[in-house]
């Protein structure tokens, strides 16, 4: 293996782009700052694209009286959410809804930025390509279609390594508007941001939380398919999944889905995603992803164990790369209740949790807030499932 010197890619101060026809997208991001970039309002995503959906059956909903999770628990779960400024609570088990409550004037129709847990979304979009055919394995390399990596330091990436956010970026935070780590959350231009994507550890060596690695996959997805990054999301995933019409972030108009990010979308259309997780790739009798890829999506990976495939798992909540505030408030001692959970986590405390041995999916969405803890909804709910087939023993 090369030395790691010989990885890293060095890159200086660099010049912002041009205020050009082409940069504007960029420019005008630049220009209208959000007063709280945590829970930017939706005038602040410019230019949004259509994610088209095909509206479908729900869940069935308990009767009243009759969830299978304790009544206590669940008012518990929906306190903590009101008190944590969460907009939105459902909480599905064995595929029945056991809850649905949303707070402070929001209610099902309200459309939300998922965040992060929009990557997620792409590593699904990738398994599809995959089952298709489409790629062969996930230990190919990515230059197979990305070109522009054919070069010493990036040509070995391989899929897998992406998905699993160890494909060697590390940007460091930065306010310099030439900087790479700007082009990743403001750029112009999907291609540029994967041709310039700078390595800074020797892939596969380590784990760390960058966008550059989701940017790539999106690219992939439509260099592999053939399609664009939208069109196949909404075919393969959104539509099957009987979800509604959504929006997602361009880099500018007319171009390409910034894959890492920002899905404006209803609460109920990610739990769909998160039962179909929860059965194996299935959603409604329909298969939509294989057994072996959803298994492998949320199994712990080589570089992080509490990372899978662009999910969190375990008790993700201990690592501050995955939970800024994991030492401070003392998460990084919190255990799971139920170890085999993973999660979708996107900035805000939106939180999609999947408890395969509990056969439960509890969604919260809501915004930024100090008394939010990433363990209390999978600890607290799963904890009183297990605390009653306990007590019926």
């Known amino acids: 293996m090369l030395a790691l010197s010989a990885w890293i890619t060095s890159v200086g101060a660099q010049e912002p782009p041009p205020r050009d026809e082409a940069n504007a997208a960029f420019w005008w991001r630049i220009d209208h700052p959000a007063s709280n970039p945590l829970d930017a309002p939706y005038a602040s995503y410019r230019p949004l694209a259509r994610l088209a959906g095909a509206p479908g059956p729900f ?71 995959l089952r298709e055919g489409h790629i062969q394995s996930l230990d190919q390399p990515a230059s197979t279609w990305l070109t522009e990596w054919r070069d010493p330091a990036r040509a070995g990436i391989t899929l897998r390594q992406l998905l699993t956010m160890s494909g060697g970026f590390r940007n460091l935070p930065s306010k310099d508007l030439g900087s790479h780590y700007i082009q990743l959350h403001y750029g112009a231009d999907v291609e540029a941001i994967v041709r310039a994507a700078p390595v800074a550890y020797a892939p596969g060596s380590d784990f760390a939380w960058d966008n550059d690695n989701s ?7 439509e260099r592999a398919t053939g399609q664009r990054y939208l069109d196949y999301v909404s075919a393969k995933l959104w539509q099957p999944l009987g ?46 992803l294989d057994e072996a890829f959803v298994r492998a999506l949320r199994a712990p990976s080589a570089a992080n164990p509490l990372f899978g495939f662009q999910v969190n798992v375990g008790p993700a909540w201990q690592d501050p ?23 979708l986590s996107g900035v805000g405390g939106q939180q999609l949790v999947i ?16 008394a939010w803890r990433d363990h209390v909804l999978p600890n607290l709910l799963a904890g009183a499932l297990r605390a009653g087939a306990a007590n019926q023993r």
């Open 321 to 343: 790369r995955l939970n800024r505030r994991a030492l401070a408030q003392g998460d990084d001692q919190v255990a799971a209740v139920a170890p085999d959970l993973f999660y």
């Open 215 to 221: 940017h790539a996959l999106g690219l992939v997805i």
């Open 355 to 370: 408890v395969p041995s509990e056969q439960l999916v509890i969604l919260r969405v809501g915004k930024a807030s100090p």
């Open 243 to 288: 979800a509604s019409d959504a929006e997602q972030l361009l880099d500018r108009s007319g171009g390409r889905a910034m894959a890492y990010c920002c899905v404006w979308s209803r609460p109920r259309d990610w739990v769909r995603l998160g039962q179909m997780l929860l059965d194996e790739g299935r959603w409604q009798g329909r298969r939509l």
């Open 59 to 129: 869940l069935p909903t308990a009767d009243p009286g009759r969830t299978t999770l304790p009544a206590p628990a669940l008012d518990e779960a929906a306190r903590f959410v009101a008190s944590s400024q969460g907009k939105a609570l459902i909480v599905v088990h064995r595929g029945v809804v056991q809850l649905e409550r949303y707070f402070d004037g929001s209610d099902a129709e309200t459309a939300f930025s998922a965040h992060s847990m929009a990557k997620t979304l792409g590593a699904a979009a990738l398994g599809v390509a």
